[in-house]
């Protein structure tokens, strides 16, 4: 059997079938293209068609070749950690906006980090882009998943940011003395699960990825909604806050917002596509 014979039986999309098999054989995906007509061996047909099995059964692309791609890095990903998506690198970019037009140095939180995605990109941004803002900064991946946080330090090691980034297991904020914080200029990157239990059950592409990355309670605001109320025991200096949701919960996450920071301002911010994704709160405390 020939590549163009096991790619067009495996009713894959032809992109995706391509850059399976590419992984399988150790090679470029070009390769693949270019050599419709060369003979495999057996060992590779039967690894290709066990992997297009699992990917016809929802396993993500990313968890079968192990890595994805996140603001032009490359992540390593398993099945311990979400597969960071598109729509999460507009708030990188909204942080590193804040960031650059600060005087101080700052300290980042990666709520519910994953597989690093949002901390090992901002520090390595930063790092390229402002080395005195990035010197002056500290930075802190959280997550409640052991197994994740495997994850998250190997990408912190890949791009070279091993001693610069520090990883906790916390529920949420619970492991960091609150003392620690108080007078920090705050920037949190929250992308914590926000899904309800139905638009989980009834999303089959998200179904091999890990419950505890998906839903936040009855109406997927639950996290956001403890973290909130840590976060006003803290009271630091400064804070900017970037949550990740769905549209529809834009309008209730202000509401739990209004009602912790009564002086902060908050902002929705679209997508890409136009999709209410963020809601965002800064605030200074006047009182320091
Ligand atoms: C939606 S995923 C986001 C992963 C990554 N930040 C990204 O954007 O690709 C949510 C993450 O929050 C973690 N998580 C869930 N509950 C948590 C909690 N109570 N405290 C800290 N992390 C939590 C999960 O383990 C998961 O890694």
Known sequence: MNIRELIQESKLPQAEAETLLAFLMAKP?????????EKLSLSIIKQ???????????WPLAYLIGHKEFYSLDFKVNKNVLVPRPETEMLV????????RQKTGLDFLDIGTGSGAIIVTLAHELKKETSALFDASSFLGLDISKPALAVARQNAKVNNLKEKIAFLESNLLQNIPTKSLKNSHLVIAANLPYLTPKQTKEEPSISREPELALTGGPDGLKYY???????KKINPSSLFLICEINPEQAGPIKLEAQKIWLSARLKIIKDLSGRKRFLTVERINIHQ
């Open 29 to 37: 995906r070009e390769f693949v293209i270019v050599r419709q007509t």
């Open 48 to 58: 290709f068609k066990e992997a297009a099995r699992k990917r016809l059964a929802n």
């Open 93 to 100: 970019e909204v942080i590193l906006k804040y960031a650059k």
């Open 225 to 231: 909604r403890q973290l909130f109320k840590q976060l």
